[in-house]
DNA sequence: ATATATTTTTGACGCGCGTAAACAAATGAA
DNA sequence: TTCATTTGTTTACGCGCGTCAAAAATATAT
């Protein structure tokens, strides 16, 4: 490789001996020019190793090939796993994704929706934080910037919206444990921040009615999103005061599944399926670590693979109709039930 | 606030009645300017909310406000926490950070190397992914771009290295362990990808040697960054194979150990300091989730906050030193030993 | 070989802002 | 008041690239 640096486009069109127009063509799409021309330059990209300056580009094209990712708090694995996903499709795809994370504030997700307006993305992927989040600001984001929010819904908001069937999550388990032993209560926060507890809440009701079976709410307190201390607090709470009214219990999601499993522990109450176990406990979302809790957590699973490739390709679609879908589409991915050892 | 869009400093000078030089200078560093126009332009501000153009702002500026953070798996609780603090700080000193994880694979952190040398940041903060790394070209671009390693050292690397001291971390669960039960062996991957892990062991042979005990290292297979399962399948092996030399067990990092755990939950193995445990467990770390494992985890904590703000701290006088500092610094915290179910 | 379609070149302008120099105005102390 | 100092204005240029129109070169079909 020759070690000149060079300084910009036209420095490097003399170089393969081809016009700067093209140069900047090629860039754009490679596939746009003739194939010997292609390989010319790409003869000398190898050579002198040129790369375009991005702020030079992006100031002059009316849309950048930047994608935005915003999940509500990265320090969940959850997130952080499909986050990992959305990214890898969107380099693939040939754009620049940039990942931020709300952190759980409502502050901070405004600040990234500003930032990510003025760096004029192709598109954004949202997850929103939900109920915390302003939401006359994303409305305001969403009309100005091609967005898919995806995971947790806003009503109207946005291109479209991909995230998972919470009635089929929670339809699933609870016929699991129904049928298995004895009907679950609903074990979750009391004023939850994301918008799908009050849909798993929904469906729990829905389908013990169903089922003829009696509800039964067990709500604790918290705010923030430390889910496992929440849940450990609480659940230590619920069985110090034999508040449980099943010895079946249905986690609204993992998280708060994993601080119960650490109260029962600490109680020295037998969790799953065996003889000399108490209590039998299901949740939702098979968060990464479930499987390594102990006992396993019997879970429902998310499809990760649909839900993120799906909420990609709805994204590129939208990019490619110019930003404006004709109706909102929402789709739903089916849970899948995945047996282990707690339930 | 007023409705027109305001196109470009230009005619947001002109609607505060200022000149663009001024606002320019302004937008640079608010106190920079009088106080008298700063609050003249501020009111301007709040009432056209303009936002200068970044790529314009960076294609001419000589240095960036960039700030590049790269973690090797952000799908790690531990990275992520980590990565959410040194990102506040840079935010609050008026950075724009932007997040990089290399999701364990050589190529990737290659890549984003690169795409950070064409940001043209400030600064960046890196966590090399370890012995997977390229080194040469994780080399090259430290010459190349004001870098700080933090985490994982790379030996000669980088303006300055900011980690923990591996020594401190074993020393204290290696002598708590020795003291108050029997002396533990150390379980660790016999192929680990971060070079704490060696520096772990090695800190282990030490210890033991100066404590006159005498040493076992258990070494399992596996590869990649899934420890939980790696650490699982091991012990499940271990533990069958009844290869385990000792009662007591030092994990290399909590990861490892969550997943020890669960074969131990699986095997009926009993882990703690009751008289009814046959295993006890130590590690090093105190990962998120390290308190709400069953039982819960015996750990020598990361001194996060010191070594965030360190990080931090020192990559902002490395700017300011325009990007050299006179000599390589490393700076390693001390670890804190947190006492808990497991040992 | 000729006509047609495709690709490339040339030349030029604009994007929005950083920055420098020379000058004007405001400030503050003597 | 006067002079020195800070702060702001004016003017002008440059950054590296997108993009357009017209002309030239090349490829494909007849």
Redesign the pocket.
Known sequence: MSQEKI????EFAALC??????I??Y??DPN???P??RGRIEAALKEYDYR??IY??N????LTKNIGIVVPYLADPFFAEIARVIERRCIDAGFTPTLFSSHGEQGLECDILDTLRSLRPAGVLLAPLGRASDKKHVEDFCRDVPTILFDSNIEGVGAAFVGSDNFSFVSQTVEYLSRTGSAPCFFEMSDPANPNANKRRHAYLEMMRRLNLEPHLVKIDGTGWGFEEIGRAGALKVLKEDLLPTDTVLCSNDRLAIGFLSACHELGIRVGRDKDCTIRLASHDDHPYSRFTCPSLTTAAHDYEAVSDHAVETLFRLIDAGGKLETREETLFAARLIMRGSA
């Open positions: 300084r910009n486009m036209d001996g081809i016009s700067r127009p093209t900047s063509k860039f754009n746009s020019v003739r010997s021309t375009p300056n030079a580009m100031q002059n094209r009316r």
